[in-house]
């Protein structure tokens, strides 16, 4: 009896254990801290995943979860979850929209060797740190950046007779005529230039490209008041007149070198129906991805009264309602070795922001991102001015634009093309005001 009872025992502990294990193994697994991560460009997922690895490994009681979005739903859940405490704990944040999260306290300033690190010129470029800091505090690492830069057909060049890319603003435009295709009809069957022709803020940007290269400033510069914008507009009106000429002309009669009919900006490069386009480090991807059969070159932007490339910047932040800060700023630091960086390089093609790590193999390999990644003397670096009223503004500027490049009748026509100048002043004026922002 008592050999059948232990008998018995023993496969009830037998049956239970793979129970009690697992029970353990939930139990253990419950306790772990959660980490959230959230990234608005899906194609910079690798360096996050590889320092995941990494992270668990070494901090064992804490679990990464990584949600990728499109950049839209990105930049809606996070206006929508920060404010609740819902959002991640470390969050990637473009230029622009950096203000709003600032102004609502819903980021955690660093730690003081991290901001050592943003704040040393050696390391940080300061034309990308500055958007990121408030009160002598700094609440994010400046992550990676896509530069604007020039994309020439190589083939279509030695067509034309050209042996190099356009070096001034006056050249580019004479090299878009040389280069335009017309068939028998005398319609355009390859455009010279590309042009972003619709689209609210990516036409208004793209218009900015040259605007800033001869005026030597942005459309909307910080005002003297942190946070407030002036509009420059109307004090440089010859420059902005004949920068909006400049396209106008150029999409109309015997001058035109693009048409609205032609696949526009990189899937008309990518396809060979362009010749030349204006666009920042990404295209080198998406180039080489959609037309494997065009060979081309990359060059800095045409000079003007300056010559300067436009970025778009992408920071690392914490939430300031993480319970995990510490935590997220150690995975930060991870994200910031020269491995990580490597291959976020590799895999997104954005340029890593660290001026301390070496990306010279890379460059040796991939001539293309040369013009995308060096320094050049004299070549500023410049981003658009953060404000809280960013996508309004340069949403109707858009309009107003596209508006503009239909009209024939401004063809030549300064004192036309003066009155939608002063019209885009206006309306940026009335919309900065409108938010509080407008400088005195």
């Known amino acids: 009896m008592i050999k059948f009872s232990n008998t018995i025992r023993q496969l009830t502990v037998s049956a239970l254990f793979p129970m009690i294990i ?190 800033y290269q001869m005026a030597g400033m942005q459309m909307l510069e910080p005002g003297k008041k942190v946070g407030t914008i002036r509009v420059t507009l109307k004090e440089n009106m010859d420059i902005a007149v004949q920068a909006l000429l400049d396209r106008i002309n150029h999409l109309h009669g015997e001058r035109k070198v693009d048409d609205w009919k032609l696949k526009h900006d990189a899937q008309g490069f990518a396809s060979g129906t362009a010749a030349m386009l204006l666009r920042e480090t990404w295209a080198i991807a998406f180039i080489k991805k959609n037309g494997p059969k065009i060979k081309f070159g990359t060059a800095l932007m045409p000079k003007g009264k300056i010559r300067g490339a436009f970025n778009y910047i992408e920071v690392l932040s ?51 991102y040369k013009a995308v990644m060096e320094d050049v003397a004299g070549y500023s670096q410049y981003i658009e001015a953060p404000n809280t009223a960013y996508k309004e503004v340069t949403t109707r500027f858009g309009e107003v634009l596209q508006d503009a490049y239909r009209d024939s009748s401004l063809v030549n026509n300064k004192e036309g093309v003066k009155s939608v100048i002063l019209k885009l002043q206006k309306t940026a004026e009335e919309i900065l005001d409108d938010s509080g922002i407008l400088s005195e």
């Open 22 to 211: 697992f029970m353990l193994l939930i139990s253990q697994a419950a306790a772990k801290e959660k980490i959230s991560i959230w990234l608005g460009y899906g194609e910079t997922l690798a360096p996050f995943e590889m320092v995941k690895d990494k992270f668990e490994k070494k901090y064992p009681n804490y679990e990464v979860n990584i949600l990728t979005f499109s950049l839209r739903d990105f930049e809606s859940k996070l206006a929508s979850s920060m404010p609740t405490g819902a959002g991640p704990d470390l969050l990637t944040l473009h230029d622009f929209i950096i203000p709003k999260y600032l102004d609502e306290g819903l980021l955690e300033p660093m730690p003081k060797d991290l901001t050592a690190i943003v704040n040393d010129p050696a390391k940080m470029n300061p034309t990308y740190t500055n958007i990121i800091a408030r009160e002598g505090k700094v609440y994010g690492v400046p992550y990676w950046t896509g530069r604007s830069a020039i994309f020439y057909n190589l083939d279509h060049f030695k067509e034309a007779g050209l042996t190099s890319p356009p070096d001034t603003i006056e050249e580019f435009w004479e090299y878009a005529e040389k280069l335009t295709k017309k068939d028998a009809n005398g319609d355009i069957e390859r455009a010279g230039m590309t042009m972003r022709l619709t689209g609210p803020s990516g036409g208004t940007q793209k218009f900015g490209y040259l605007y």
């Open 318 to 368: 914490v939430s300031s309602m993480s319970k995990s800060k510490e935590k997220v700023w150690e995975f930060i630091r991870m994200l910031q070795e020269q491995k990580a960086l490597a291959l976020l390089l590799k895999e997104s093609g954005y340029s890593p922001l660290r001026l301390d790590r070496d990306f010279s193999a890379f460059l040796k390999e991939n001539p293309l």
